[in-house]
């Protein structure tokens, strides 16, 4: 089981002692109607929008998706920085983005993808999500406005994207919801650039 960030006690015990002011949706998407059947581990949970009995994730528009219904996930990858930056000869020949050269991935938005519409769409943004449980985390400088995730299998999956952007959806949709890592495993890096294999 990956970690998920912890929320304070004191928050959660406020929950236990008043849970119709807690916001928590557990009566609709929970395993019970009363809040003291839930463990200080599950209210954590609930609080970051995962609920797991029932498959449902609280996603980034304020919205609840069955995660039963989805059937693709989406990852937009806008920059990478490099351990050897890019010469106009290796910017050519595309040999700047060799897997073993990048540093870390900059990404924009993290999608799962519904088979029916919700809330009137069939795409829906996971980012704050994956913030939230402290799994991304804010990028600097340049770099402002996305996310990094380090590239530390410095592998493509299935020769196709890198093994590093699957793990979020591997391990905290997959993995937490299902206990199986490849449950949704339809996944898509969209990019401008090409990263190659070693």
């Known amino acids: 089981m990956e970690k998920i960030k912890k929320i304070e006690k004191s928050k959660i015990e406020k929950v236990y002692k008043y849970p119709d002011n807690s916001g928590l949706s557990y009566k609709s998407y929970g395993k019970s109607q009363n809040i003291n059947d839930y463990s200080e581990r599950e209210i954590n949970e609930m609080i970051l929008g995962i609920y797991r009995d029932k498959k449902y994730l609280l996603v980034d528009g304020d919205y609840f998706v069955n995660l039963e219904n989805v059937i693709k996930s989406e990852c937009i990858l806008q920059d990478v920085s490099y351990y050897k930056k890019p010469t106009l000869t290796t910017f050519k020949d595309n040999s700047c983005n060799l897997i073993s050269n990048i540093r870390t991935f900059y990404v924009k938005d993290y999608y799962i993808i519904t088979n029916e519409p919700v809330a009137g769409i069939t795409k829906h943004k996971i980012t704050k999500y994956l913030y939230n449980i402290g799994f991304l985390n804010s990028g600097r400088g340049r ?56």
């Open 143 to 198: 770099y402002r406005g996305l996310f990094s995730i380090a590239n530390d299998y410095q592998t493509l999956q299935a020769g196709t994207y890198p093994k590093d952007l699957f793990h979020p959806i591997k391990r905290y949709i997959n993995g937490l919801f299902f206990s199986d890592d490849y449950k949704i495993s339809d996944f898509e890096v969209v990019t401008s650039f090409t990263i190659i294999a070693n």
